[in-house]
């Protein structure tokens, strides 16, 4: 797969897949807006999509919503901000009561 970039506003989202697993980034803040294209690149959704949120700086609930169900679904989250773990294990813990 060649290199895929999209940006939605405030967002952007690029995606490279080689010989190994397709590696989607996100970075800046992730929005309703850019839900989507994030599932979308993330399609189908298996163990072989790591999801980088390295450069992310921020999220709303949605954006908190599709990451939690994108992990669900088997994605691996890797270099989560500190702030956004937070957030996303506090959201596990509210849904769960």
Known sequence: MPRQNMTCG???IDVTQESGPRVVRVSGRLTDACVPGLLSVCAPVTPS???DLDQLVSADGAG???LRQLRISGVHLANVPPFIGLLLAAGHATSSR
């Open 49 to 51: 999509v790591n999801v």
């Open 64 to 66: 908190l919503e599709a």
């Open 10 to 12: 405030i967002c952007r």
